[in-house]
């Protein structure tokens, strides 16, 4: 049981005051225990943002260099952009091309027959349908495969319901309903046919209904043939038709208008009377935009890195405590804590082996490129700088680059992105070739920091128990679980002993008023 505190009634004295006044002195440990938990918490937040910037780079460079066909800028051009749009994509080749556009593909569309006295609102129990049935209907997709949905239709549905069940199926169709024509407008979103040659099967039926085929009895759409030429079915869109097309002497037939052919994406938009010349080539002002980006972005991850292992630390700025927060405004907390988390990486070796690791990378040679190739960054015009301040970026000779490009740009794609693999020496262990690229590589080594960082700082969904910084954290933690209990035994004490003074003061007290009172009687 908690002992009764008696806070200076006898002797006049301020005892909370007394005992906080001791407690500070006692608190002394403890602060420096949270301060040290400040510490470990802001350096694991520290290697987290480094890891933050070394995930974003990483996949920077797997979208723009993996591939060597993500790292190629293509140009292409059309002749008659009225008739053949163009679009070069990164696999294709330098050409020039001759089309001829026959026939344009077409979706496939039907209209029904005139649903007499009806409108959006008219019930199909108005038009017949005494019980609830399914309708299983099939549609051709852009993909070139037909697809069934099984659709429900009750007496209560009303016309708009029909539209808005084929509008939202997964069909793929669009539906309408005219209330000037009374009739049902039914296409497919796709275009074009699997059978060219006939254009009697339809694109968009009726496969089976269980109940009524409203489709036949009430909107009166025609009988037709199914995707496999099987009659009979209820067809509700045909005539699609398939783009035709003479590429460089070459009839051909596409589904759709927009296509791809050697790595151009042809769109056709009108039918042409005379041949549209298509040209693909190299874009080499957008690849070496490219690099210029590459650079920019390695130079900015480095930068950071060199930044927080130079960083100054102020060993004279410890994290504040509660109590000296309380003393000063928010602007000087900034301050003194923007010095305080100075320099927690400061030489910190795991980015700086990185650092290092990532030098060696950008300038050794990629193996297995062929002889007389270019195999090196500096053969590209990249180099660092000459200032050793700037802790290794990169500088671009444009001459040389734009030379390189054009002397043998595959060379200077596989230097980049090529994918390989490092050998050893089974008996040394020393390297003996490096296949990789530039960019794997550098992502390779950036996975070793990231992991390494991991193991020290963890990540957000680790416990504290899985890296290094959070089992230091459990035990400060434990710790001040032990110092706040030891403390807690220190101000009972202070106060028992204060107490126990008030206790003595205040029975001195009485028997000071007992014997003045017995004196005053004898007189």
Do not use: C
Not at 24 to 41: C, G, H, S, T, V
Not at 67 to 90: P, R
Request: neutral net charge; hydrophobic residues 35%; proline residues 1%.
């Amino acid at each position: 049981m908690e002992m009764m505190r008696v806070g200076g009634l006898a002797s006049g004295m301020d005892i909370d005051k007394l005992v906080n006044d001791l407690m500070k002195a006692e608190r002394a440990p403890l602060n420096k225990l949270y301060q040290k938990k400040q510490i470990f918490e802001w350096q694991r937040d520290a290697y987290r943002e480094i890891n933050k910037k070394l995930a974003d780079f990483d996949q920077y460079l797997f979208d723009h260099f993996t591939l060597s066909s993500t790292f190629y800028q293509k140009t292409a051009t059309s002749s008659n952009e009225a008739a053949v749009s163009v679009k070069a994509l990164g696999s294709s080749y330098d050409s020039t091309n001759t089309i001829t556009v026959s026939q344009l593909a077409m979706a496939a569309t039907g209209v029904s027959g005139e649903v007499g006295n009806a409108s959006l609102a008219t019930k199909l129990s108005e038009k017949g349908l005494a019980a609830e049935t399914k309708i299983t209907i099939v549609a051709l997709q852009a993909n070139g495969v037909y697809k069934e949905e099984e659709l429900t239709f009750s007496p209560n549905d009303t016309i708009a319901d029909v539209v808005k069940k084929l509008n939202q199926s997964s069909l793929n169709i669009n539906a309408i309903f005219d209330d000037g024509s009374k009739k049902l407008g039914i296409s497919a979103r796709a275009t074009g046919t699997l059978d060219s040659t006939d254009v009697d099967k339809a694109e968009v039926y009726v496969k089976t209904a269980t109940g009524d085929d409203i489709f036949a009895t009430i909107f009166g759409f025609g009988i037709g043939n199914d995707q496999n030429g099987n009659s009979g079915v209820t067809s509700l869109a045909n005539g699609g038709k398939n783009a035709k097309f003479t590429l460089n002497g070459l009839e051909m037939e596409r589904q759709s208008n927009t296509f791809t052919i050697n790595g151009i994406e042809y769109t056709l938009k009108a039918v042409t009377s005379t041949p549209v010349t298509v040209a693909s080539s190299t874009d080499m002002d957008a690849m070496i935009s490219k690099i210029e980006e590459f650079v920019k972005k390695y130079n900015e991850l480095i930068g950071a890195l060199n930044d927080k292992i130079r960083e100054k630390r102020y060993r004279d700025y410890p994290p504040l405590t509660d109590e000296q927060k309380k003393e000063m405004t928010e602007k000087q907390v900034e301050l003194w804590e923007e010095k305080a988390k100075s320099g927690l990486l400061r030489g910190d070796s795991i980015i700086s082996t990185g650092l290092s690791q990532m030098r060696r990378d950008l300038y050794s040679r990629v193996d297995g490129i062929g002889s007389n190739g270019i195999d090196t960054l500096s053969e590209l015009g990249i180099t660092t700088t000459s200032e050793i301040s700037s802790g290794g970026k990169l500088v671009i000779n444009y001459d040389k680059l734009r030379k390189a490009l054009e002397s043998d740009v595959d060379k200077v794609a596989k230097t980049l992105t090529q994918n390989g693999v490092v050998s050893k020496d089974p008996n040394t262990g020393q390297v003996t070739s490096d296949t990789r690229g530039i960019v794997q590589r550098l992502r390779d080594t950036m996975k070793g920091m990231m992991t390494n960082i991991e193991k020290k700082a963890g990540k957000p969904t680790y416990t504290e128990n899985q890296y290094s910084l959070g089992l230091q954290l459990r035990d400060v933690e434990d710790r001040i679980s032990d110092v706040q209990r030891h403390l807690q035994d220190i101000e009972s004490r202070y106060w028992r002993q204060f107490t126990a003074m008030e206790q003595a003061i205040q029975r001195a007290n009485q028997q000071s008023a007992f014997l003045m009172g017995q004196f005053g009687r004898g007189m």
